[in-house]
């Protein structure tokens, strides 16, 4: 039988009564635009992140230029952001006219690492957005002793990373603003498109509403150019279906990724992804390094037992065509650029049968060490 990377029908299968509800009372409301869904939803999700402010946005990418908009980010403005993530990251920072300086990532957690990012900090650095890659917390106190000895805001891009955890406290609570996202293969995936931002400062929370809406306030009154950031109605009533489900989700992926750690554990072909201390890791992915050049030929392999598996990400940033010549700090990304031939996602989803497992685990050591 073949296992799917993710396969999202599992999930929503038992809730379609629940979305069909949700449906049918958004449409005899007509209220289509914000609204109290969302309120609703921004409520539950403030009471679960632990933070005053959730701001429903309308895509994780949105979240992250939002933020940059708020923080008040000029052109010529650097941002450190690692040079190992999802495109979005970097992306909102070049729209914004904005210099990314790509910082490494330490290969054993993918997470950021502040002493490369130490010694290219600058003058015109304004803000630090780590990426809490794959569903695991950065160190919210070194992250914070770094910003504030350097004077920059934190943006948390905390899309992989919704429940994750670093001393019991929630990613998107420490920063000073958070960016979630709810696309469909994100822990909270939504029917569509979705985003969040987080803050516990309240004018920040002012602003970022009314750049959600054209920087209008009141009616028809423009003191800032924001832009349409909004989020449906329909996105929030649905996502409000799944949320009470999450911490199961969450669970059922660190069972998964607990089988693979002890299962594949002694592997000499592949490196299994580090689990860092006082962490809450939520499994976005289940990321192995894969030894020797050998990855696409695992991956093929798998592909042919009908394994699903795929490369987060295959080239990173400072290396993609339209960053060409763009931003700082391309010189010293050695893991990073190592990662892009190592890396493989194997399936994790939460609702992913134990013999899925085992058939991934078994054909992984099938593969053999072939070193
Ligand atoms: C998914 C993702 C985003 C973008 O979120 P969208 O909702 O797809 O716009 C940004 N950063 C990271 C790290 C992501 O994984």
Same mark, same amino acid.
């Given at each position: 039988m073949p296992v799917p990377l993710l396969d999202i029908h599992r999930q929503h299968q038992p809730l379609e009564n629940e979305f069909k509800a949700a449906f049918a009372r958004i449409l005899k409301s007509g209220g289509f635009i914000l609204g109290e869904e969302v309120a609703a939803f921004e409520r539950d999700m403030a009471a679960y992140i632990g933070v005053d402010h959730a701001i429903g946005i309308s895509s994780g990418t949105d979240a992250l230029l939002v933020a940059l908009m708020a923080l008040d980010i000029k052109p010529g403005d650097e941002v450190l952001c690692p040079a190992f993530t999802f495109f979005g990251t970097a992306g909102s920072i070049v729209r914004m006219g904005a210099v990314p300086v790509w910082v490494d990532v330490n290969? @054993?957690?993918?997470?950021? @690492?502040l002493e490369d990012a130490d010694k290219k900090v600058g003058p015109r650095t304004k803000a630090l957005m780590p990426v809490h890659l794959f569903g695991q917390a950065g160190d919210f106190n070194e992250m914070r002793q770094f910003a504030e000895r350097h004077y920059l805001a934190i943006i948390d891009d905390a899309a992989q990373a919704i429940g994750a955890q670093f001393d019991e406290q929630m990613v998107g609570a420490a920063g000073t603003i958070g960016a979630f996202s709810f696309y469909p293969t994100k822990n909270l995936g939504g029917l569509g498109d979705g985003g969040l931002m987080t803050t516990n400062d309240s004018e920040m929370a002012e602003k970022i509403i009314r750049l959600r809406n054209h920087g209008m306030h009141p009616r028809y009154h423009h003191s800032l150019v924001g832009g349409n950031f909004r989020l449906d109605a329909l996105q929030a009533a649905l996502l409000r279906v799944k949320l009470p489900h999450l911490e199961a989700y969450h669970d059922a992926r660190a069972k998964n990724a607990a089988y693979y750690l002890e299962e594949l554990k002694g592997h000499g072909g592949i490196i299994l992804p580090t689990l860092l201390p006082n962490r809450r890791h939520v499994w976005n992915q289940f990321t192995i390094r894969v030894r020797d050049g050998k990855r696409d030929e695992l991956r093929a392999f798998l592909a042919e037992r009908g394994i699903g598996a795929e490369v987060y990400y295959p080239i990173s940033l400072d290396r993609q065509e339209c960053f060409r010549g763009v931003g700082r700090g391309a010189e010293t990304l050695t893991n990073s650029h190592a990662l892009a031939e190592e890396v493989l996602s194997i399936p994790v989803f939460p609702e992913l049968t134990s013999e899925e497992r085992q058939q991934v685990s078994a054909a992984i050591w099938q593969f053999g060490y072939q070193g």
């Amino acid at each position: 039988m073949p296992v799917p990377l993710l396969d999202i029908h599992r999930q929503h299968q038992p809730l379609e009564n629940e979305f069909k509800a949700a449906f049918a009372r958004i449409l005899k409301s007509g209220g289509f635009i914000l609204g109290e869904e969302v309120a609703a939803f921004e409520r539950d999700m403030a009471a679960y992140i632990g933070v005053d402010h959730a701001i429903g946005i309308s895509s994780g990418t949105d979240a992250l230029l939002v933020a940059l908009m708020a923080l008040d980010i000029k052109p010529g403005d650097e941002v450190l952001c690692p040079a190992f993530t999802f495109f979005g990251t970097a992306g909102s920072i070049v729209r914004m006219g904005a210099v990314p300086v790509w910082v490494d990532v330490n290969p @054993d957690s993918f997470l950021m @690492d502040l002493e490369d990012a130490d010694k290219k900090v600058g003058p015109r650095t304004k803000a630090l957005m780590p990426v809490h890659l794959f569903g695991q917390a950065g160190d919210f106190n070194e992250m914070r002793q770094f910003a504030e000895r350097h004077y920059l805001a934190i943006i948390d891009d905390a899309a992989q990373a919704i429940g994750a955890q670093f001393d019991e406290q929630m990613v998107g609570a420490a920063g000073t603003i958070g960016a979630f996202s709810f696309y469909p293969t994100k822990n909270l995936g939504g029917l569509g498109d979705g985003g969040l931002m987080t803050t516990n400062d309240s004018e920040m929370a002012e602003k970022i509403i009314r750049l959600r809406n054209h920087g209008m306030h009141p009616r028809y009154h423009h003191s800032l150019v924001g832009g349409n950031f909004r989020l449906d109605a329909l996105q929030a009533a649905l996502l409000r279906v799944k949320l009470p489900h999450l911490e199961a989700y969450h669970d059922a992926r660190a069972k998964n990724a607990a089988y693979y750690l002890e299962e594949l554990k002694g592997h000499g072909g592949i490196i299994l992804p580090t689990l860092l201390p006082n962490r809450r890791h939520v499994w976005n992915q289940f990321t192995i390094r894969v030894r020797d050049g050998k990855r696409d030929e695992l991956r093929a392999f798998l592909a042919e037992r009908g394994i699903g598996a795929e490369v987060y990400y295959p080239i990173s940033l400072d290396r993609q065509e339209c960053f060409r010549g763009v931003g700082r700090g391309a010189e010293t990304l050695t893991n990073s650029h190592a990662l892009a031939e190592e890396v493989l996602s194997i399936p994790v989803f939460p609702e992913l049968t134990s013999e899925e497992r085992q058939q991934v685990s078994a054909a992984i050591w099938q593969f053999g060490y072939q070193g």
